[in-house]
């Protein structure tokens, strides 16, 4: 599906500046640290790849696109039981602190990886979801919302959990606030 630039929400435009941005930018807050700067992961719960980029030792933003199970929207469910879950394809751009690094470094734990507790803010677009019988509003959704989570890596396999409230609207209008999403995920790190 092509959609001409000009009907791409305004909110996707802004995310999409902050990632073309973010090459540029980085240099001003670059430091020497042990962070891995780039990590590219293969995720097994909901399929997908994920791109993460340190820009600090304690900040990252990471990309994800993938496609699984994921759930309806109440709002944005025109037939159907609310919360049906749903298969589709999804882009998500995760924003995330890493609080207690000195601390795990303090304390001689692991920090590879990007390994430490966050606090973060992420941004989902969720596409047209394949047969299942759950008939949405729009083809196409969003949502954003803050986060709180873990990240970890042994040796090579990474887990991931973040929960959080989210705000979730389409492309016509329907909105809403889902007061609990989470995500829990085990990737394998391809690069570091």
Avoid at 33 to 38: I, M
Avoid at 148 to 175: A, C, E, M
Wanted: charged share 20%; hydrophobic share 35%.
């Amino acid at each position: 599906m092509n959609m001409p630039l000009y009907k791409i929400p305004e909110i996707m435009k802004k995310i999409l500046l902050i990632l073309i941005l973010i090459p540029v930018i980085n240099p001003v807050f670059a430091q020497e640290n042990e962070s891995s700067k780039h990590i590219v992961r293969v995720l097994f719960i909901n399929p997908g790849i994920e791109y993460e980029y340190s820009l600090t030792e304690r900040s990252k933003i990471s990309g994800n696109i993938g496609y699984g199970l994921l759930p309806s929207y109440p709002n944005t469910t025109a037939e159907q039981p609310k919360n049906t879950p749903m298969f589709a394809p999804f882009f998500d751009i995760h924003y995330k602190f890493i609080y207690n690094r000195n601390k795990r470094k303090a304390a001689n734990k692991d920090v590879s990886c990007n390994a430490g507790d966050f606090f973060g803010i992420k941004a989902i677009t969720r596409g047209q979801n394949f047969d299942n019988g759950l008939v949405r509003t729009d083809k196409v959704d969003f949502s954003v919302g803050p986060t709180w989570g873990v990240q970890r890596t042994y040796h090579k396999i990474s887990l991931l959990f973040d929960i959080g409230p989210k705000y979730y609207f389409d492309r016509k209008g329907n909105t809403g606030f889902y007061p609990v999403m989470f995500e829990l995920n085990i990737g394998y790190v391809l690069k570091k």
